[in-house]
């Protein structure tokens, strides 16, 4: 990948376990496009209507449904639901017929840009978990938007972009297709 590019762009940095907010506000390119506390009220929301609601324990007041109260954490519902939000279908990709059946090259108005969900292990690998990065393509090129790098990374070409996703694939990860609402 390549690592610099002429083009400004907007990149926030992780912060705890709010790796679903950073890789959101990073796909629209806005610093505020979401807040903790929008993905904190969608959290509550899909808490509220949730049809199989467990008992309250103590541990109810950090460990919600859908996220860490304290550290963030937010799961797949909440993106599904942030997004739609804002007008954006999610497609899962079915990681059994890999990257090449994406079209990465096609129509910018169709496909806003790719989340990712990887499995990441901290400590040694005593902390095993789950991290959010966005892929975008903007003026052209595509970039990795991982918060947990100092910068975006920009890839050579399309071909690159695919190789990166299949290895993700073949680790274990999960692509989802955010795709623009065209009606």
């Known amino acids: 990948m390549a690592s610099e590019s002429n083009t400004q762009?907007?990149?926030e940095r992780q912060k705890l376990q709010f790796c679903l907010l950073h890789a959101l506000n990073n796909l629209f390119q806005q610093k505020d496009a979401f807040t903790r506390p929008r993905l904190?009220?969608?959290?509550e929301r899909l808490g509220v209507e949730e049809p199989n609601k467990e008992k309250w324990t103590p541990l109810s007041?950090?460990?919600?449904?859908?996220h860490n109260a304290l550290t963030g954490n937010y799961d797949i519902n909440v993106l599904?639901?942030?997004?739609?939000?804002k007008g954006k279908n999610v497609v899962w990709h079915d990681g059994r017929k890999g990257a090449n059946t994406i079209d990465l090259d096609g129509d910018d108005y169709a496909l806003m840009g790719i989340l990712l969900n990887v499995p990441v292990k901290r400590f040694a690998g005593?902390?095993?978990?789950?991290?959010?990065?966005t892929l975008r393509k903007i003026d052209g090129v595509w970039y990795d938007f991982d918060s947990d790098h100092v910068a975006p990374q920009a890839f050579e070409d399309s071909g690159r972009v695919r190789e990166f996703l299949d290895y993700i694939?073949?680790?274990?990860g999960q692509v989802l297709l955010v795709m623009n609402d065209i009606q």
Request: hydrophobic content about 50%; overall charge neutral.
């Open 9 to 11: 762009i907007y990149h």
């Open 40 to 43: 904190n009220e969608i959290a």
């Open 61 to 66: 007041v950090l460990f919600k449904p859908h």
């Open 80 to 85: 599904i639901a942030a997004l739609e939000d």
């Open 126 to 133: 005593l902390w095993k978990s789950r991290h959010w990065v």
């Open 169 to 172: 694939i073949g680790h274990g």
